[in-house]
């Protein structure tokens, strides 16, 4: 690895003479996992596991509120349109879609702290 110095030239760092990755190895075997480390990469998954299923709410949440919005445009032309009943069955079927999503939200909630994730759903 190199860095940039003024005159427009590279120079190499010290480190840089071991191979790639030594130093890492050399670390892992001086120090075997210790109970503490252990208990850190528990607590990293559980993180990153809670994380994971925040995002997957919110995109949830984003998707149920666009199509919530564009029901609601279609039925805003359902009196001005000639075709009404195809408009309705238009609406219906979205509005199913939203179900769905509603529904994926509620399976995602199962045996969870609602409140913990109550930021990533939005009201729409």
Do not use: C, W
Request: avoid cysteine; charge should be positive; aromatic fraction near 8%.
């Amino acid at each position: 690895v190199f860095y940039l110095i003024g005159s427009g030239g590279f120079k190499k760092r010290k480190h840089d003479n071991f191979p790639h990755g030594q130093r890492r190895e050399e670390k892992e075997n001086v120090n075997p996992p210790s109970a503490l480390m252990m208990s850190f990469k528990s607590f990293q998954l559980e993180l990153d596991t809670r994380h994971d299923k925040y995002e997957r709410l919110v995109k949830l949440s984003r998707d149920i509120t666009i199509e919530s919005k564009r029901t609601i445009f279609l039925l805003h032309r359902f009196t001005s349109a000639p075709n009404g009943e195809e408009i309705l069955s238009e609406s219906e079927v979205k509005l199913d879609g939203v179900r769905r999503k509603i529904k994926q939200v509620a399976q995602e909630l199962i045996g969870e702290d609602m409140y913990q994730f109550h930021r990533a759903i939005s009201p729409g």
